[in-house]
């Protein structure tokens, strides 16, 4: 009940790249048999990938990770832009490779950061955004999808005021892959940002889409790999993994929202019906298929997420990056959700392997443990 923290890699994925860990092993950058033969692997895997996104092959940028991604987009069309403007414009429920790195660049390169509102689930004000942009705005970043509460932004129309102030726009798309449009010319983006992680691919690969002609600057340097933007050996594996992993999630994309939409409905509506005091959060409908996000009234989420994992259920209290931090959830308390309804929170994220009985056995054992510790805790649901 964990699948946003991460995947397993699919056994398909896994039987395409096994050769590559250890027969097949060559760098790309070396000119000889076995480097012809990554590097070849290398740009197949490109051009899958390129032809899903409905992009050319060479705006196909890989790195090590969404973070690093997001780091790349951010700061170097920041550092590109300097001299034209320092003005960034992201929302306060980004997930923290996002918010910390427009506090990176405001506490050391100058630039000024707009923390968008959001409303109470999770959704930003196109007004407000539209008030927000002014001469100096170089980049705004706002996420496809929020990774804690499963909300989805209306990405089509915040690109739309973007190009029409000349903003250059980048969404991170870490938990929409596989569920979400990814056709980037349909949605209209500069950038977009893609972990394999989240998509039953190896970990340790991310990428990057940048649209020709967006100006960047290097995050890494070095031997100049990826036309010069993320030097470093290519992780030939992890690319290659990435590719088949992007198809099957595209190619089972329709059947696989539809199954998860119904269990994560059937958790929703079975735990609010055994249990008093259970909130959602994020939106009851513009929400990803697999995300339930639910604040248990008078409960310390801490103290329930043992207690699940005592049944042998993994959940989550938010995102997994910030997991040993017992602060409440950023993204729960811009939505306005009360301190104590934030540590309340407990997140459920489907997936493949997610079937009806575990959603059963979940809404089975819950009421009982919510009872217990809602008579141990101080906090009163009142």
């Known amino acids: 009940m964990d699948y946003a923290a991460t995947t397993y890699v699919d056994p398909e994925v896994k039987k395409e790249i096994d050769s590559y860990f250890t027969e097949r092993f060559g760098n790309p950058g070396s000119f000889n048999y076995f480097g012809l033969e990554a590097k070849n692997a290398v740009n197949d ?25 997001i780091n790349l987009a951010i700061k170097g069309v920041a550092r590109a832009l300097k001299t034209k403007g320092n003005h960034i414009i992201t929302q306060k429920t980004e997930h923290h490779a996002v918010i910390d790195t427009c506090k990176y660049l405001e506490s050391n390169e100058g630039f000024e950061v707009t923390y968008l509102n959001v409303d109470k689930y999770g959704l930003i004000n196109l007004d407000e955004l539209k008030k927000v942009i002014n001469k100096r705005t170089i ?7 929020n990774n804690e509460i499963g909300t989805v932004q209306p990405i089509k129309e915040i690109v739309k005021i973007a190009k029409k102030n000349n903003v250059i726009f980048h969404t991170d798309a870490c938990q929409a892959a596989g569920y979400l449009e990814l056709d980037v010319k349909r949605l209209g983006v500069d950038m977009m940002t893609i972990n394999g992680s989240k998509l039953y691919a190896p970990k340790g690969i991310g990428l990057l889409y940048l649209k020709k002609g967006v100006p960047i600057e290097p995050i890494l340097h070095g031997g100049g790999q990826e036309f010069g933007l993320r030097s470093g050996t ?12 992007i198809e099957i999630s595209e190619r089972i994309k329709k059947t696989e929202c539809k199954r998860l939409s119904k269990l994560r409905d059937m958790l929703i509506n079975g735990l609010q019906g055994k249990i008093k005091n259970v909130m959602l959060n994020g939106h009851t409908k513009t929400r990803l298929p697999n995300n339930a996000n639910l604040s248990f009234l008078g409960v310390e989420g801490e103290s329930l997420l043992l207690h699940l994992n005592e049944e042998g259920i993994c959940a989550a209290t938010g995102s997994a990056c910030t997991s040993r931090n017992l602060e409440a959830s950023h993204v729960l308390l811009a939505t306005g959700l009360k301190t104590e309804a934030a540590h309340g929170s407990i997140r459920f994220t489907l997936g493949r392997k997610t079937k009806e009985e575990d959603i059963k056995k979940v809404i089975r054992v819950m009421p009982k443990m919510v009872e217990t510790l809602r008579m ?4 009163h649901v009142d």
């Open 45 to 69: 895997a490109r051009n899958r990938i390129a032809k899903i996104l409905n992009a050319d092959s060479d705006e196909v940028i890989f790195t090590g990770s969404g973070t690093e991604s």
């Open 139 to 145: 980049l705004i970043s706002i996420m496809h999808a």
């Open 234 to 245: 290519e992780n030939v594996p992890g690319i290659i993994g990435l590719a088949k992993a």
């Open 376 to 379: 141990l805790s101080p906090i």
